[in-house]
Each structure stands twice: as C-alpha cells, then as structure tokens.
C-alpha cells in the first residue's frame, strides 16, 4: 500500500507559513497599508505559491490582511470608528475572560505573569517595541488561557491581530505610560488577593488606556480617518 503524504506536509508548510505571518503582523513589523506579495513570502521562504497562498488566504479570511489588486495581499488600514468598534469588542470579550480566569489563578500562574511582566519592563525601560509586545501577548494571553475557554480565546486572539499592526504607532518610542501602577501590576495584585472585579477593572484600564493613546496618536500625526 503506498501513502501519499504530500497533503500533510503542504498543511503544516502552509502552518508554519501562515503562523510566521501572524507574527510579523502581531509583533508590529507590518504597518497599516503595508502589502505582501506572494512573491516576496516564497523568495523569503523558498517555497511553493501554494502554501503561500493558501496561508494568505487563511489570515485574509481571519480579517488580518486584506485582498489587494493582483497576487497580493495588504495590511489592513482601519478608521477611527473601527478601531473604536474593535476595543470596544475586545473590552467584553477580554473582561469575561478576566472574570472567568480569575478565580482559577494558580500561584504557578501568578509566578509566571509576575515574570513577563519583569521581562516587559526590562524591554520597556530599552524602548524595545517587539519584545515588549511579545511580553504583553504572553501576559494577556497566559491569563486569559486559565479560564480554560479555548473558542474564547481564539476570538480574542482575532481581534488582537486585526489591530496589531496599529501597535507599531502606539509604541513609537517614547512609548506611552498610563497613570498610576502599571495595569499588570494590578492584575497581579488582584489575583494574590482573590478581588475577581479588581483583575477586570485593571483589564479595562489597560484596553481604554492604551486604546485612547493610539487614537490620539493617530489624530495627532495625521494617520487617523
């Protein structure tokens, strides 16, 4: 009996493809308006079109790119109201998940937030802009996983990759700080404390706050329609 693997193996290059893409757009190496070519992924990966192709579309479909003229793809360029429209979605799916993951915290998992945001602040303090965004992912994203909801942390995570490139504005060196403690700090705190509500108010003070310095960013350099 002969098996054909070919159908594997162009799913998990079209995988990797599509996860490397991913990240360029979530660590704020592609702007808004920003156009990828498969031309540009193959020469870069020494692949095939297809996989190419197939990742493109995938991530097109995701509303992480969008379809431009030709055989490319570009980053998409939001408006103001969209970008509003997007946090604002972002608030009630990442506070129920905060709501939800809270009084499931491990001391193990507040060891590990404790230190990303270590390493965060460490970046930060360098005006490092992917590693700070990196750390922030982990953040969020180890929080959120403890409410052991994975479709509602798959949604989160499409959100938090349509605006992502925008991130690449909002931590411009100098980067923004919020006033007081560092929201992270916290949601740490609440956690140690068992205070559920004090991990979700941070939560929002962290999406509102650096929501608000993006958009005034935007407004104030000319980028925001």
């Not at 429209?85 to 972002?90: A, D, H, T």
């Not at 650096?210 to 329609?225: D, P, Q, S, V």
């Given at each position: 009996?002969?098996?054909?693997?070919?159908?594997?193996?162009?799913?998990?290059?079209?995988?990797?493809i599509?996860?490397e893409?991913?990240q360029k757009?979530?660590?704020?190496?592609?702007?808004?308006?920003?156009?990828?070519t498969?031309r540009?992924?193959?020469?870069?990966?020494?692949?095939?079109?297809?996989?190419v192709r197939e990742?493109?579309?995938q991530l097109?479909?995701?509303?992480?790119?969008?379809?431009?003229?030709?055989k490319s793809?570009?980053?998409?360029e939001?408006t103001v109201?969209?970008?509003q429209?997007?946090?604002?979605?972002?608030l009630e799916?990442?506070?129920f998940?905060?709501?939800?993951a809270?009084?499931l915290a491990t001391?193990a998992?507040i060891d590990?937030l404790?230190g990303i945001?270590a390493n965060?602040?460490?970046?930060?303090?360098q005006?490092l802009?992917?590693p700070?965004?990196a750390r922030?992912f982990?953040?969020?994203?180890a929080?959120?996983s403890a409410a052991?909801?994975?479709h509602l942390?798959?949604m989160i995570?499409?959100l938090w990759v349509?605006?992502a490139?925008?991130?690449s504005y909002?931590?411009t060196?100098?980067f923004?700080?919020?006033?007081?403690?560092h929201?992270?700090e916290?949601?740490?705190?609440?956690?140690q404390s068992?205070?559920?509500?004090?991990?979700?108010r941070?939560i929002?003070r962290?999406?509102?706050g650096?929501?608000?310095?993006?958009?005034?960013?935007?407004?104030?350099?000319?980028?925001?329609?």
């Open positions: 009996m002969t098996i054909n693997l070919a159908p594997m193996q162009r799913e998990n290059m079209t995988a990797r599509y996860r893409i991913k757009i979530m660590m704020g190496e592609l702007r808004p308006g920003d156009t990828i498969l540009s992924i193959t020469d870069t990966l020494g692949v095939s079109q297809t996989p990742a493109l579309l097109v479909s995701e509303r992480a790119l969008t379809l431009s003229p030709g793809v570009k980053v998409p939001l109201a969209q970008l429209e997007l946090r604002s979605i972002r799916l990442e506070c998940a905060a709501r939800r809270a009084p001391p998992l590990e404790r945001h965060l602040m460490a970046s930060r303090q005006q802009m992917a700070v965004l922030n982990e953040f969020h994203f929080l959120y052991q909801m994975p942390l798959s995570e499409n349509q605006t490139s925008y991130l909002l931590y060196p100098p923004p700080t919020l006033p007081g403690v929201p992270h916290g949601i740490i705190a609440g956690l068992g205070d559920t509500e004090a991990v979700v941070e929002r962290d999406i509102e650096h929501g608000e310095f993006l958009i005034r960013y935007l407004t104030e350099h000319g980028l925001a329609k």
